[in-house]
């Protein structure tokens, strides 16, 4: 088994904040290589928001960076999303990633935000309401 399993969603008012948190398990795990968080909506496809590669670099979409901050703890095995200044537009169903190959971490690498296509594990996505 290598599960994600998201959690820390919920329903706030405009301009508050949220952490999402995102913990792995199984026999190994990806921390140490490369993570994300993604999130959707009914309306738009599947939005990479921010990565981190196993030295801590990070990388966001223009449409968060400067109000989320990505992290992670190695030793828990536990990935962060820090979101502060909340919009009606980030409502959304949010989604961590990992990628287990050793090495690779795509959107680092290539300087730019994540993309469905750089990751092989997916947890089930947990909500995100932003009220006016």
């Known amino acids: 088994q290598k599960p994600l399993v998201e959690s820390g969603g919920g329903s706030v008012q405009a301009g508050g904040s949220l952490t999402l948190s995102c913990a792995e398990s199984?026999?190994?795990?990806?921390?140490?290589?490369?993570m994300a968080w993604f999130r959707k909506t009914s309306e738009n496809e599947r939005e990479g928001v921010a990565a981190i590669d196993r030295s801590g670099d990070t990388i966001y979409a223009d449409s968060v960076k400067g109000r989320f901050t990505i992290s992670k703890d190695n030793t828990k095995n536990i990935l962060y999303l820090q979101m502060s200044n909340l919009e009606p537009e980030d409502t959304a169903t949010y989604y961590c990633?990992?990628?287990?190959?050793?090495?690779?971490?795509?959107?680092?690498?290539?300087?730019?935000?994540?993309?469905?296509?750089?990751?092989?594990?997916w947890g089930q996505g947990t909500q995100v309401t932003v009220s006016s």
């Open positions: 199984g026999l190994y795990t990806v921390t140490g290589f490369c």
């Open positions: 990633a990992s990628e287990a190959m050793y090495g690779l971490c795509p959107p680092l690498n290539e300087g730019r935000p994540p993309e469905r296509t750089d990751f092989g594990y």
